[in-house]
């Protein structure tokens, strides 16, 4: 019996294993990035948080969280079409609102730091838009899934799980 190229293209690749449990491995340091987290929540709109961990693990190629935080977001009613946007939103930005916009390229500015500081034009955005607590907690929001992603990126923790 032969397979059809349509059957063979439906096959999925296997899934790559993690290379060691960080968590497990440094419980410490995990339990201080879970308290850090939840700090990072605080005072920072869902909608807002969850656009912006996508954006980052978009940005950092760190498929685990972007499984996880694309999951959460539709979970909590973000649409799919602006999860889906999210990484051509410079094309898109009719889907987001002045202040998601200001934080998506604060995020993007703060995660891609190769190019050198964050530009006073991108920071001027943000605090147009946040006030200064909202913006601190922006910034600590920012950093914390960054970190999320290098641990998840380097470990080679697997999505969908």
Request: aromatic share 6%.
């Amino acid at each position: 019996m032969t397979t059809n190229h349509t059957e063979q293209s439906k096959e999925l690749l296997p899934e790559h294993a993690p290379r060691l449990d960080w968590a497990q491995l440094a419980p410490e340091a995990y339990k201080a990035m879970l308290r850090l987290d939840t700090a990072a929540r605080q005072g920072v709109d869902p909608t807002l948080l969850n656009l912006v961990k996508i954006r980052a693990s978009q940005i950092n190629h760190c498929a685990f969280c972007l499984d996880m935080h694309s999951k959460d977001a539709l979970a909590a009613g973000e649409s799919a079409e602006r999860i889906i946007q999210l990484n051509a939103w410079t094309e898109s930005k009719h889907y987001y609102t002045a202040k998601e916009i200001a934080a998506i390229e604060l995020t993007e500015a703060i995660t891609v730091l190769t190019d050198g500081f964050v530009p006073d034009e991108v920071y001027a955005k943000a605090a147009d838009e946040f006030d200064e607590t909202e913006l601190a907690r922006l910034i600590v929001a920012i950093a914390t899934i960054n970190t999320w992603n290098r641990f998840g990126v380097s470990t080679r923790m697997v999505p969908g799980h």
